[in-house]
């Protein structure tokens, strides 16, 4: 199967393993001057294309502009809602390095995890937004839309696995729709591929495959299963017992980016007289300190509503409200 699947990214076919129809002659070559006359016209055009289009959009788009697929009149919208992390507030790079210490922290203290993993720190190149994780061979990887797995993609710790190997893993590249999570990390199968959608996930993969790289160093058996919920735990730890939120306030301007635009933007949305309301998981203190200092003392007064503490996603489909 893997080699069979190797010929086939290769593009290799054998016409002998394949009906007669099926069986084409080689292709014909091009009339002779006819590959560089194509080369030139092909430099030509993308000359012309590199010299005129620049100069031609650059007075056309903004940009700093946002564009959008589907376009809306906001004159028709009425009611604005707002989350605060990464929506409102907008974090430094020391805040992944400081959940990332604190969850490791809290593997070796209330986990019982090797000390020697504080060896390892916070690597911010290391992981994107929108990876897989499977948990059962723990394994991080990138999946494509057409749940394809990327070749080259595939971590085990800190180290890539040859394609070859998760050919003959997986059956090929392909992971079946049932296997696959959703944005919540629910699977028909269970947490069989967990995939990390928002920033606060990014500390999340690094610590993982840091653990794994660890284990396998060391040669240590371990259930990944196991790792993935203790890892998740201490990654939630960290913002249920207050570490995250304590750091932040305690050094606001270190952790949290001022942005004078955001008083703007939610000022004129109150002076046109919209509705607004701020939807966060994060507690009443932390919101009121982050506010402050990016919005001022007087933030309140623009929001209508103010929901903390709101645990979404279940705050949206929890019947006992």
């Known amino acids: 199967m893997a080699a069979a699947a190797r010929s086939l990214r290769a593009g ?23 590959r560089t006359h194509l080369w030139s016209r092909y430099r030509e055009a993308k000359r012309v294309t590199k010299e005129l289009v620049p100069s031609i959009m650059s007075n ?55 000390a020697e993993i504080r060896k390892y720190d916070y690597d911010p190149n290391f992981a994107i937004r929108g990876l897989h994780y499977d948990v059962h061979r723990a394994l991080l990887m990138k999946i494509d839309a057409f749940h394809y ?15 070859e190997e998760v050919i003959a893993m997986y059956d090929g590249s392909h992971v079946p729709l049932e296997q696959m999570s959703d944005f919540y990390g629910k699977s028909s199968q269970g947490n069989t591929m967990k995939q990390f959608m928002d920033i606060f996930s990014l500390p999340e993969m690094t610590l993982l495959s840091c653990v794994n790289e660890y284990f396998l160093k060391n040669n240590i058996d371990y259930e990944p299963v196991h790792l993935y919920k203790d890892v998740k735990d201490s990654i939630r730890d960290v913002h249920i017992k207050g570490i995250m939120y304590r750091a932040i306030e305690a050094d606001i301007e270190k952790y949290i980016c001022y942005a004078e635009q955001t008083r703007a933007v939610l000022a004129k949305l109150a002076d046109h007289g919209k509705k607004m309301f701020l939807i966060t998981n994060s507690p009443s203190s932390f919101v009121d300190k982050g506010m402050r200092f990016i919005v001022g003392k007087d933030w309140r007064d623009l929001f209508d509503v103010v929901i903390v503490q709101a645990d979404k996603p279940n705050f949206f489909n929890d019947k006992r409200r």
Request: with cysteine.
């Open 12 to 34: 290799g076919r054998r016409c002998g393993a394949l009906p007669a129809p099926f069986c084409t002659a080689a292709p014909r070559q091009p009339p002779p001057g006819m």
């Open 60 to 114: 056309m788009l903004n940009p700093d502009a946002i564009f959008s697929n589907n376009e809306m009149s906001l004159s028709d919208i009425e009611i604005y809602g707002f989350d605060y992390d990464y929506t409102l507030v907008f974090y430094s790079k020391h805040l992944h390095t400081l959940i990332f210490n604190a969850a490791r922290d809290l593997l070796v203290n209330e986990h019982r995890y090797p």
């Open 149 to 163: 797995i990327q070749l080259g993609t595939v971590y085990r710790g800190l180290s890539v696995v040859p394609d």
